[in-house]
């Protein structure tokens, strides 16, 4: 009961703030919650929680609040650098995430998974290995149950399987996962920090209390500072690593252990992923043969890479959730045929112009959505590219560029909060709309 008797204050009254608004209020601590916004949406939650005896402040009674509190609670999509934050720094008052709060209050020991691609796939088939080899385990994080709210079930449980993102990591002081895992790094979330050391400093410190008794398990791709705990390595590209790809074939130390035929992930990014889960399940003493068995059924999340439909010898992909370009990439690379690529989205302070190669030798045309299509129809010159207003709009071109053969792919190469309220959202609408394309005449 660490907060018992102390007077705490969450900041934004998202999934995230809520769990750990509950649970703060649980261990015996007075709580208020302070959130920017003010919708009928936000009231109704904020009456949810004063019936529990939860003080909300909303709108701009809770960015000039003047409560000096014991500590507080950062929801983790909320920028430092907002007025409702900076209230709090002000004052000197102690900082954590719901991160750090709810692995205070966890059971059992934690599996942390980051990355800038490949953390939703990679957590999911992680949990469901896990749970068909006989492992108590639940996903949660950025995932799921907010980790505020699956702690609750941590007594019940094995290990705890996290997908954490760069701004939970921002707001740690103990967090000590047992196994952490680093999937890769790209540009992303730049509109976030000023520049790619800043995000990758954010991302590394998954490791910063780690003690030689842990284990870390590292893309063999990634230069990564000395690290306390024991290292396993993983590489789709080198044989210098413990876990490599020989043709379809997953190995471990040489041996053949996962023939990536047998499931049903395709591509170099999924036999990563599935590298990254053999390794947390071996290092959890989990047998190779049970895991192997086990991940043949997984099927990959929505929005990545899924198929939607195929019209008039087109295939339609929804890649919605490729939110950076290594995410677009690897969604280009994994198609066999000429493409049609919608793309576009929320502009997070990167440019397009890396992807400009690639995209000028498989894209047959490109139309483009949201806050960066001009500025990407400017990167990507020697690509016919077409601009919408809409996501409907953009569906209605692709399907007139379409021909037998072809791939549409959805893949924006950036977030949606443009638009759409997330990459879900977003992806719905795109396979709603190609549902509703006629076939030509």
Not at 30 to 47: F, H, N, Q, Y
Not at 100 to 116: D, K, M, Y
Not at 133 to 138: A, F, I, Y
Request: aromatic share 6%; glycine share 8%; hydrophobic share 40%.
């Amino acid at each position: 009961m660490i907060y018992s008797g102390k007077n705490a204050v969450v900041l934004g009254l998202g999934h995230s703030g809520e769990a750990a608004a509950l649970l703060l209020c649980e261990e015996g601590a007075g709580v208020t919650v302070c959130e920017s916004g003010d919708s009928p949406a936000l009231r109704e939650k904020a009456a949810g929680l004063e019936a529990r005896g939860i003080r909300v402040l909303l709108g701009p009674a809770a960015d000039s609040d003047p409560t000096v509190y014991d500590v507080a609670v950062l929801s983790p999509g909320i920028d430092p650098a907002v007025p409702l934050v900076q209230n709090v720094l002000g004052k000197n008052i102690p900082v954590i995430g719901e991160l750090e709060l709810a692995f205070e209050e966890c059971s059992c020991p934690a599996v942390a998974i980051t990355g800038t691609n490949g953390k939703t796939t990679t957590t999911e088939l992680t949990t469901e290995m896990l749970k068909a080899c006989g492992v108590r385990t639940m996903a949660s994080g950025n995932i799921g149950l907010p980790f505020a709210t699956a702690t609750r079930l941590s007594h019940e449980l094995d290990v705890m399987v996290l997908e954490v993102s760069s701004f939970q990591l921002e707001t740690i002081r103990s967090f000590r996962p047992q196994v952490a895992v680093w999937l890769n790094l790209s540009p992303n979330h730049l509109d976030r920090y000023p520049g790619m050391n800043e995000y990758r400093d954010a991302k590394l410190r998954i490791f910063e209390n780690q003690a030689a008794s842990d284990i870390a398990i590292v893309n063999a791709a990634s230069e990564l500072p000395p690290l306390a705990a024991r290292r396993i390595t993983f590489s789709a590209h080198t044989r210098d690593a413990d876990f490599t790809l020989d043709g379809s074939w997953i190995c471990f130390g040489g041996q053949k252990i996962l023939d990536q035929n047998a499931t049903r992930l395709r591509g170099i990014h999924n036999a990563e992923n599935l590298m990254a889960a053999l390794a947390i399940g071996h290092a959890l003493d989990v047998e190779f043969d049970l895991m192997a068995g086990a991940v043949t059924g997984y099927t990959a999340p929505a929005h990545r890479c899924e198929f939607v439909r195929e019209l008039d010898g087109a295939r339609w992909i929804n890649d919605s959730k490729a939110t950076n370009l290594d995410a677009m990439e690897m969604a280009i690379r994994s198609q066999n045929s000429p493409v049609i690529l919608v793309a576009g989205g929320k502009d997070k302070g990167f440019e397009f112009d890396a992807i400009a190669p690639l995209v000028r030798e498989r894209v047959r045309a490109a139309v483009l959505i949201g806050e960066m299509k001009d500025r990407i129809a400017n990167s990507w010159r020697d690509v016919p590219c077409h601009k919408a207003s809409n996501l409907e709009e953009a569906v209605a071109l692709a399907h007139g560029l379409a021909r037998s053969g072809d791939t549409v792919l959805f893949s924006p190469g950036t977030s949606s909060f443009d638009m759409f309220r997330n990459y879900g959202e977003r992806g719905n609408l795109f396979k709603t709309h190609a549902n509703e394309l006629q076939p030509k005449l």
